[in-house]
């Protein structure tokens, strides 16, 4: 089970849409950002969630660690930074149909050519 972190002297948590207020930061985001990091993803992302719901019952973390380590335990897991993939798809196809190269778009969305291509086949 992972402790709550304490507040410390941590990287600067990247603004998460919908947390962030045009009068300043919300108390969620406060929360995250005093997040210690960790190089375990799995246990950063329970320091994450109880800072957001403190309440949250122990079981249910343990059981969810212990779930995400037995189906990802010992394995090299890739973490994307997923934009809003639709939008995104949407956008590769607007492109193409208004004329766009396949090899152009492969470079503006950093995605390779066999991938525009799959994204404009759906």
Known sequence: MVKPAAPATTP???????????????ADQQALAAVQHSDDVVEYTLRCVIA???KLNAAVLRAAEAQVREVFGGDEVWVGRRPDLLSRNDAIRRDYLA????????????LTQRRILQILKT
């Open 52 to 54: 957001l719901a403190p």
């Open 99 to 110: 004329g766009e190269r396949v090899a152009l778009l492969s470079r503006r969305y950093q």
């Open 12 to 26: 600067a948590t990247p603004q998460l849409d919908g947390l962030l207020l045009a009068d300043g930061p919300t």
